[in-house]
């Protein structure tokens, strides 16, 4: 069977077409996400039609640059012609410019003077050019289908070990994530499908710029007066330290915090609001702004630390259900929350842990109404298949029980359509302990 047998119409190549040429309207935009979601061998033609592209791109710059080589060399040997015309006006008994500078040592110095000087202005360029180039500031680390750097008026696709820097776009896919690490330090950056990343620096200063989509980070801690800045159309945020997330869309961005704090502002002329840890806030133009609670916002799950006699000792969020943990609690960890299926169909669970771990999940949001679908001891273990219900809440828990092991564990799940990938927050929200 082809590639093209998976399109159910014509819509689907004009619709991916559309998109590639930035000329598909939001409604189009939102069908043609769903068709990918649900169609594997659609999304395989649909990364083939963005490799496509690029590399037409690529051919078409370097045809440019050819061009250009081209013409230097024409005018070069224009250059050379025109000076040996000149040599052969030179009568015989003058003798050669070499003849000359051995015979009369005055003007030999001057020749080799000026060749030095020459060389000394190529080398001066050659170093201006070099230290004129914008500064690498992030380097991609993982990449889960296509994406595309976008770097003046060029664009490439993006790799595995790429180097991005001060000034560069990084766009997303419809289906694609990456994630971007800064040297030196444990700062990093996942993006979202369908999310436009400026990534630059103001002085020694990280500065991002969400024009859309969805970021999840992990911020070091930055050094006194240059924190990391992240400007979205509809706000600024500043950061020193923090786990976070931060979507934009047409009318508003999202703040959700999951560890220390972040502060975010309008405009320059808005005092700003410090969101804290297990809050979120929703930024818009002409309304004010309101904490809320994390369990009312979809992007993360609960992890909480057990004592030996089953209490929670201390919390923090996940935004996507793998952890590599660095401490050990007495009667191990827990996560919950609630699951979000895209869709209704048969789903499979894999869930692989550093020590005993148990996976429960729900039909309903009730928490009673849970029972465990997979176990892994020290390893990985698969559930068998379930069936999930699109716009249902369920309840999720999974249960790490080694008391003397840091909490590390990985569940991913195989929707309908044969798709295997980590849950990721967008399909999560954390359990209120307080409820």
Known sequence: MSAHSTLNDDRDWQHMLQYLDGSLPPSDVARLNERLRQDARLRAVFADLLVQQIKLEELEQESAALAEET???????????????????????????????????????????????????????????LLLQPATVVTITELDGAAVIERG?????????????????????????????????????????????????IGDAKHLE????????????????????????????????????????????????????????????????LVESGRAVRIEPGLPSRLARLSSERGSILLEEMSADGDALDHKYL?????????????????????????????????????????????????????????????TGESGIVQLQAGQAHYLEVRL?????????TLSWTMPGGIRRVVYGEHLSPFDPTE
């Open 319 to 379: 935004n996507q259900l793998m952890l590599s943990g660095v401490g050990v609690a007495p009667g191990g960890s827990r996560v919950r929350g609630y699951l979000h299926p895209p869709r209704s169909g048969a789903y499979s669970f894999q869930l692989t842990s550093t020590g005993p771990a148990e996976l429960w999940l729900a039909d309903s949001a009730r928490p009673e109404t849970g029972r465990m679908i997979a176990k892994a001891e020290g390893g």
């Open 153 to 201: 008026d060029r664009r490439f696709t993006a790799t595995v070990g790429e180097r991005i820097r001060d000034g560069d776009q990084l766009v997303t896919t419809l289906t694609s994530r990456v994630r971007i690490a800064y040297p030196a330090e444990a700062t990093h950056i996942d993006l979202d499908p369908s999310t436009r990343l400026g990534i630059g620096l």
């Open 71 to 129: 013409a230097l060399a024409e005018s070069a040997g224009n250059i050379i012609r025109l000076n040996e015309r000149s040599r052969e006006a030179i009568p015989a008994s003058e003798g050669t410019i070499a003849d000359q500078a051995t015979s009369q040592p005055g003007k030999r110095s001057k020749i080799l003077a000026g060749l030095a000087v020459a060389a000394m202005i190529a080398f001066l360029v050659s170093l201006t050019v």
């Open 210 to 273: 969400l024009t859309g989509g969805a970021i999840s980070a992990e911020v070091a801690p930055q050094a006194p007066g240059s924190p990391l800045t992240i400007a979205t159309p509809h706000s600024q945020a500043t950061v020193v330290g923090t786990r976070f997330r931060l979507s934009t869309e047409s009318s508003a961005t999202r703040l959700a915090v999951l560890e220390g704090a972040v502060s975010i502002r309008h405009d320059a002329a808005d005092p700003g609001l």
């Open 401 to 409: 029980n080694a008391a003397n092991l840091p909490p590390s564990f």
